[in-house]
C-alpha cells in the first residue's frame, strides 16, 4: 500500500484489473436497464437534494490529489477507506460553525427506506437531518470538495458517478442508527458512501462510532471515532454499518454518490 503522501500516478497491470473490477460492481446497478435508456448530460436539473455539476474538471491541490489517491486505492484493495483529520480545515471549520449554528427548524427527523417506502422509525434511527443543497458559503465548499473527488474517482476508477446528495446528521446524546446498507443490491445507484465529522475535541470514552462490517458474519466490525475532519468512503452496497449512541452531541455529513439510472421512461433524478 503506497503511503499518503505519495502522489497519483497510472494504473499497473494489477490496479488495472481491481479497477475494472470495481467497475463491474458499479454497472450492475444500471445492467437491467434497456438499450434504449437515455442518457442525460450533466446540464439536467438535479432534485432539490442532489447536486450535478458539469464534467469538467477544476484543478486540485496537491494535498487534495493525495487523500484522493489514497481513498482510490483503499476503494481498489478494500472497498472501503477512513482517513483522520482528512477533509481540509478551511471547509471543516466552515461546516462546523454553519452546523452549529442553524436554527431547529432546518432539521427534520431521519427517516428509512426511499420513495413508497419511507417511513420514521425510532427503533433503528432517531437522530435529526437537514439536506446539503449549497445555499450557504459551507455548504458550496463542501460540495465542491466533494464534486472534485467524483471527478477524480471518475477518472482514477472508471466509475461513472454522475451526481452526489449529502446532509447534516445530529445524533442528540444517546441517540444512534441501527445496523444497515445505504444500498441494497441492483435496487438503487448509490455507489459510494461519503462521511465525514464535526466533533473538536472528541475523545474515545464519549462513544458515537461508526462501525463498518466486512460481511453479515462480521460481529466486531471496524469502528471509527466521529473525530473532527475524519473522512469515511465505501461501497454503499457491499458495507453494513451502523452508529453507536454517545454521551455528548455528535455532528457529522453523510452523503453518497450515484450513477444515473435514467431511461427513456425514466428521468434520474426525478425533477
Not at 471527478?151 to 461513472?160: S, V
Request: glycine letters at 4%; charged letters at 20%.
Amino acid at each position: 500500500m503506497k503511503s499518503l503522501t505519495e502522489t497519483a500516478c497510472p494504473l499497473d497491470l494489477q490496479q488495472a484489473s481491481e479497477a475494472a473490477f470495481l467497475q463491474a460492481k458499479t454497472q450492475k446497478i444500471s445492467a437491467s436497464l434497456s438499450s434504449e435508456s437515455t442518457v442525460l448530460d450533466s446540464s439536467v436539473s438535479a432534485s432539490a437534494n442532489q447536486n450535478i455539476y458539469p464534467a469538467v474538471a477544476s484543478p486540485i491541490s496537491i494535498e487534495d490529489e493525495q487523500i484522493f489517491e489514497q481513498i482510490a486505492l483503499d476503494l481498489l484493495s478494500k472497498g472501503y477507506c477512513v482517513l483522520p483529520k482528512a477533509l481540509p480545515l478551511e471547509i471543516c471549520d466552515a461546516l462546523h460553525f454553519h452546523m452549529v449554528n442553524m436554527p431547529e427548524y432546518k432539521f427534520t427527523e431521519a427517516s428509512i427506506g426511499r420513495k413508497l417506502d419511507n417511513q420514521q422509525n425510532a427503533k433503528i434511527r432517531n437522530d435529526e437531518i437537514a439536506w446539503i443543497n449549497g445555499e450557504s458559503p459551507a455548504g458550496q465548499k463542501w460540495l465542491q470538495w466533494t464534486h472534485a473527488l467524483q471527478m477524480y474517482l471518475n477518472r482514477r476508477l472508471f466509475l461513472g458517478l454522475f451526481s452526489f446528495e449529502s446532509h447534516f446528521a445530529h445524533y442528540a446524546p444517546g441517540h444512534f442508527y441501527k445496523r444497515h446498507f445505504d444500498a441494497f443490491k441492483g435496487e438503487t445507484n448509490r455507489i459510494l458512501s461519503l462521511v465525514t465529522y464535526l466533533n473538536p475535541s472528541w475523545e474515545a470514552q464519549m462513544g458515537g462510532e461508526l462501525q463498518i462490517y466486512e460481511n453479515t458474519g462480521d460481529e466486531s466490525g471496524l469502528k471509527v471515532l466521529p473525530e473532527y475532519g475524519t473522512l469515511c468512503v465505501f461501497l454503499s452496497e457491499e458495507f453494513e454499518h451502523e452508529v453507536k449512541p454517545a454521551t455528548a452531541h455528535r455532528y457529522s455529513i453523510a452523503g453518497w454518490f450515484r450513477v444515473n439510472t435514467s431511461t427513456a421512461e425514466k428521468v434520474d433524478p426525478p425533477a
